[in-house]
């Protein structure tokens, strides 16, 4: 399978506190994305990150790709109550998008 | 602009019944795909449609089918439903190619299967 696979599955962490999430995938990529998705909603894009680009910045998320180990990272920084939900990484190669399988992100007030 | 329009938002189903579901993509997005989601596979790529043609397809059975308008709208038929069918149904427009491709989602349809 080409899905990503997402590390780690839940994280519960202080408000306040920072919030690291990884993504590992299979195969080369065009850019790799990150997405949120509330309680049993759709999902939402939140940054992309070309495969010739490293690191990405976008308010308070900071996206890092390493192509070499085929691994992406999402940094939610000062996290708030609102972060909570579950967050994916989607591999795009063409025009396919291949989502992982998710990280329940809880931020505890 | 309007978003991605999933109709409807729950359904209610018995096996052996079948469904179709609506999505109304974002004006101008060529490219229209669809994701089933459960708790235990997690979201799962059903089909892309681009310009009427599906273009991709996931592993699912037969079962499952397609269509794309010649307006970008997209339905989804599923036959001789399943317990296992039970799911949240995500639809995903997108411009359908190029480095900058994002795909928008529906609020999905929430289908039960008794």
């Known amino acids: 399978s080409q899905q990503g696979e997402e590390d780690p599955q839940a994280l519960s962490i202080q408000e306040g506190e920072n919030a690291t999430m990884n993504c590992s995938y299979k195969t080369s990529i065009n850019n790799l994305q990150w997405y949120r998705q509330n309680s049993g909603r759709g999902l939402v894009h939140l940054i992309l990150i070309r495969s010739n680009e490293r690191e990405k910045h976008s308010g308070r998320l900071r996206v890092t790709l390493d192509t070499s180990k085929k691994s992406s990272s999402l940094l939610i920084t000062a996290s708030r109550a609102a972060d909570t939900a579950s967050y994916f990484c989607?591999?795009?190669?063409?025009?396919?998008?291949?989502f992982g399988t998710g990280t329940s992100l809880t931020v505890i007030p | 602009k309007a978003g991605v329009t999933q109709t409807p938002r729950y359904l209610i189903k018995t096996r052996g019944q079948q469904v179709t579901l609506s999505c109304s993509p974002i004006s101008g997005h060529r490219s229209v795909s669809w994701y089933q989601q459960t708790p235990g596979q997690g979201l799962q790529f059903l089909f892309e449609y681009f310009s009427e043609t599906q273009r991709n397809k996931g592993n699912f059975p037969g079962r499952f089918s397609g269509r794309q308008f010649s307006n970008s709208r997209s339905e989804m038929n599923v036959s001789t439903l399943e317990l296992g069918d039970s799911a949240l149904y995500l639809c995903a427009s997108s411009l359908g190619g190029g480095v900058q491709n994002i795909q928008y989602f529906g609020a999905g349809t929430r289908l039960s299967v008794l």
């Open positions: 989607a591999t795009v190669t063409g025009n396919q998008f291949y």
